[in-house]
């Protein structure tokens, strides 16, 4: 990778000033080195960007299918994606789960599916807490690749800016194997890699975010004041916010007037990701305040977020039956609201891994020893997400007419 000398430029006009640029922006890393971490950042902001304008107005036009009941959204890939020839060779395989998946959904359905990866940006990981301590060490917590290594030692949890080039040409190499088979998708989470994919479209006047198709705000950062919702209320993709149990409904109408204050057709997906015990509970008085106030959203559900619990030798897991448990509970709430249950966003792999319980070969938690891979929380195996995928083509309602304002 070039060094920091060569990456070096003037940085008085880098993208000018932005409202974002003086917000809190919550879960990034300590850099050691801003200059460093500037240069490479800058370095980046003159690369080829990774997506169009066309292709993500072209995926904007089938989510606008989603939002009126005639098309369903399945969204799916690995909780934090690995770099190199592993990312792109996972990717391919995903792919072909993914189209497996969109197949047997579509029929249960018979709905167009629009099929989003979660992938080719997917390399960092908000966290609840910033350190941990290993063998009575206390170091920085893993954030994905994009930020440091998985290894419990000092000098791999060290923050490094230059993986944010590795990233970029991991996306790069993922999306040439990829394009034109489905869209992209990863939470805009490192502002200081966002921030570089930020470009003007000349044709239509607008801001894009080009580092992916389809970014979204976590649940961790989906702050009213923050920075992630100012940055991407600023550019034209489809945007995706997470919604979890601790949402309030004027939360989530105050982040639709942000976000999405034109009202436009297919701008914003929310994902709801509750957990099995709440969302029968929570999610109705938010969907019902957002339709209250005339927004027309996207919901889809987010069922494994929710749903994470701990083995008593520390591993972290999901139980599918939870899994589909949420699921069934989301597609109900829908049901009830007279919405459209617009889409599943999962964790998911193709490979044999035995990370979630439930299923073949991964009957208890004991069995989660044989194989779990994940760099972060556990994902659904090939067989588990075909089984999800057949929930959802024999219990999600039929599309019901979405309501309009004052019906």
Not at 298 to 326: F, Q
Request: glycine fraction near 8%; proline fraction near 6%; aromatic fraction near 6%.
């Amino acid at each position: 990778m070039p060094s920091l000398g060569l990456l070096s430029r003037n940085s008085a006009t880098w993208l000018g000033p932005a409202d974002w640029l003086h917000r809190r922006a919550a879960q990034q890393p300590q850099w050691p080195d801003p200059a460093e971490l500037l240069a490479v950042t800058e370095y980046l902001s003159e690369l080829p960007a990774l997506t169009t304008p066309q292709e993500i107005t072209h995926l904007h036009s089938q989510l606008v299918k989603v939002q009126a009941g005639e098309a369903f959204l399945l969204q799916g890939g690995d909780c934090a994606e690995l770099l190199g020839t592993d990312a792109v060779q996972g990717a391919s395989g995903k792919q072909r789960l993914l189209a497996e998946m969109a197949d047997r959904i579509r029929t249960g359905l018979g709905l167009d599916v629009v099929t989003v990866g979660r992938l080719a940006g997917q390399f960092a990981k908000p966290r609840s807490e910033p350190t941990e301590v290993v063998d009575g060490v206390t170091l920085p917590v893993f954030r994905g690749l994009m930020v440091n290594g998985p290894e419990p030692v000092a000098s791999e949890r060290q923050p490094d800016p230059y993986r944010l080039l590795s990233c970029y040409y991991t996306a790069k190499h993922v999306l040439q194997e990829l394009r034109g088979r489905l869209w992209t998708s990863h939470e805009a989470l490192i502002l200081e890699y966002e921030r570089a994919f930020r470009r003007l479209d000349a044709a239509s006047g607008e801001h894009y975010l080009l580092s992916t198709h389809l970014p979204w705000i976590g649940e961790r950062t989906r702050q009213i004041g923050g920075a992630h919702v100012a940055f991407l209320a600023a550019v034209a993709n489809p945007l995706q916010v997470k919604v979890g149990p601790n949402a309030t409904p004027d939360d989530i109408v105050e982040l639709c007037e942000i976000l999405d204050p034109q009202r436009i057709p297919g701008r914003l997906t929310l994902i709801s990701r509750m957990g099995a015990a709440a969302v029968s509970e929570r999610l109705p008085t938010i969907v019902a305040a957002i339709h209250d106030r005339g927004h027309s959203v996207i919901w889809i559900c987010d069922p494994m977020h929710g749903n994470t619990v701990k083995t008593a030798n520390g591993r972290k897991t999901r139980y599918l039956s939870t899994v589909h448990d949420e699921l069934a509970a989301f597609f109900t709430v829908m049901a009830t609201q007279r919405q459209h249950a617009g889409g599943v966003h999962l964790e998911m792999t193709c490979g044999e891994v035995t990370e979630c319980v439930g299923g073949i070969g991964v009957s208890t938690e004991a069995d989660l020893e044989q194989n779990f891979e994940s760099l972060c929380d556990p994902r659904l195996n090939e067989e588990q997400a075909l089984s999800t995928a057949d929930l959802i083509a024999k219990s999600a309602d039929r599309p019901v007419p979405i309501q309009t304002r004052g019906n």
